[in-house]
């Protein structure tokens, strides 16, 4: 076969007038050749040669391999595949045919991590599978992989909520027997709140889990999947290496499965490291580890409550109040031997004193709105009526005080009585009425309003046979 190089000298001669012969002579190629790429040339046009396409014993193959490439199967199971349908070939030789048929990926910078220096986590959709009680659910993979080793620990769950978080966390490092320095993780709401680059904010859960273990954690940059690519590396393995292509009747099989591939996939040779991940694991990694506390973390005090509509929740019979924006939310409560926090999503809402006895009301007055504010009991509301007092004149303002005493928490009736005779008669003849009441010794609005409709307030003191030496 000629080069194109040598393809194109030929129809150049020939162009240029050349006749075969002198062609053949010109290029020491055999006439028969020259006479072939000629003929080409006026038939189809072709300016340079057809490629050569060997021929592959894969080639019979073609259909099945696109098939099962289809289905998300790795090269590895694609293999396993054909060889149970008769291929004879090697694993190298499939690979080099299938490299054919993918898409070049982008380039990206490759991380470098040092022995439990770090762990990477993620959750994978696996379609539907079985849970413990035999309903067909929507399940999630969840995956935690050491970098350094590639131990990788598996876990079904059926939602990624805070709590399957947690315990999925708290599965793996007892399977490794150990804790991480790091967990770079993505921004997925169970443990991200704020995916703030600078400051990001934990789930509350999640960041007392990580404090529990003395782990650091580490979030990717939004849309950033590659920064923990070991993790999306385990999820696709797992996905195409067990999930896809398989079916399982209950939970309980798909359990043991999972433990078995697991295994299996902890003492094969790794891609990368060359290495089987439970060897590098065992000889480099385990004892750098940090050591687990005594205890699993727990979130035992921690709890969810529903804020009522007066404002408060609910702990051990006794009652603490929150921000009234809250009203109908669930929050949660941190409960420690003295205090109660409470937060809503990862921001703490109120913080009180934890109640020892029943039916016990922790209010703060400021979570009620402002004009709920503005009712007997509240200090804007009694703040206001003992301003507009003071604003009738200086007895108006004493016999506040001794209205506050003669009708404890129900004062505020008479006192807005008395302000209310300010819309028919001037503030200056109401406080001579409140003076007259005074130095007559009884303490009452209607006595008020009595000596103002029969304009009494200018009579001599002394027709009262009063004093006003009763005041408090």
Not at 77 to 89: A, I, M, T, W
Not at 215 to 240: A, D, F, W
Not at 271 to 286: D, S, V, Y
Request: proline share 3%; aromatic share 12%; glycine share 6%.
């Amino acid at each position: 076969m000629i080069g194109t190089n040598m393809h194109t000298t030929i129809l150049t001669l020939h162009k240029q007038g050349k006749s075969q012969r002198s062609i053949s002579k010109i290029t020491n190629i055999h006439r028969r050749t020259i006479f072939k790429v000629i003929k080409r040339y006026k038939e189809e046009n072709l300016e340079s040669p057809v490629p050569y396409n060997r021929s592959s014993k894969l080639d019979q193959w073609h259909k099945e391999i696109i098939e099962l490439l289809s289905k998300n199967l790795s090269s590895i199971r694609v293999f396993e595949e054909l060889k149970s349908q008769g291929y004879d070939g090697s694993y190298s030789l499939l690979n080099k045919y299938i490299s054919k048929h993918k898409i070049q990926q982008n380039t990206c910078i490759r991380f470098h991590t040092k022995s439990g220096e770090e762990a990477q986590v993620d959750f994978g959709d696996i379609g539907k599978q079985y849970d413990s009680s035999g309903k067909l659910r929507k399940a999630y993979v969840f995956n935690m992989r050491l970098s350094y080793s590639r131990l990788d620990y598996y876990e079904v769950v059926f939602d990624q909520k805070i709590n399957s978080w947690l315990q999925c966390h708290i599965n793996a490092f007892n399977y490794f027997a150990g804790a991480p320095s790091v967990i770079k993780l993505d921004n997925l709401r169970s443990g991200v709140i704020d995916s703030n680059f600078y400051e990001p904010v934990f789930q509350i859960d999640y960041k007392r889990l990580a404090e529990h273990y003395d782990v650091l954690l580490s979030p990717c940059r939004p849309y950033s999947p590659q920064e923990k690519g070991k993790v999306e590396s385990g999820i696709k393995y797992v996905k195409n290496n067990f999930f896809a292509g398989r079916t399982f009747d209950n939970y309980d099989a798909l359990s043991l499965a999972l433990e078995k591939w697991q295994k299996k996939a902890n003492d094969r040779i790794h891609g990368t490291t060359r290495k089987k991940p439970r060897e590098l694991f065992e000889a480099e990694e385990r004892a750098v580890l940090k050591i687990l506390p005594l205890e699993d973390f727990s979130d035992s005090n921690s709890y969810m409550r529903k804020v009522s509509k007066d404002c408060h929740i609910t702990f051990e019979n006794n009652y603490y109040s929150v921000p009234s924006k809250y009203v109908a939310s669930n929050v949660r409560a941190l409960v420690s031997n003295k205090l109660i926090k409470i937060y809503s999503d990862n921001s703490m809402i109120a913080t009180h004193t934890r109640s020892k006895g029943k039916g016990e009301f922790n209010t703060i007055l400021s979570h009620y709105d402002k004009y709920k504010r503005q009712c007997p009991g509240f200090p804007e509301y009694d703040n206001k009526y003992s301003s507009k007092m003071e604003s009738i004149g200086k007895h108006a303002s004493s016999i506040l005080s001794l209205i506050k005493k003669e009708y404890k928490g129900d004062w505020h009736k008479p006192v807005r009585g008395i302000i209310k005779l300010c819309e028919i008669y001037d503030k200056e003849l109401v406080d001579k009425a409140c003076y007259r009441d005074l130095c007559y010794g009884i303490i009452s609005y209607s006595k008020i309003k009595a000596i103002l409709e029969n304009g009494c307030y200018d009579l001599p003191i002394a027709d009262f046979g009063g004093s006003y030496a009763n005041i408090a």
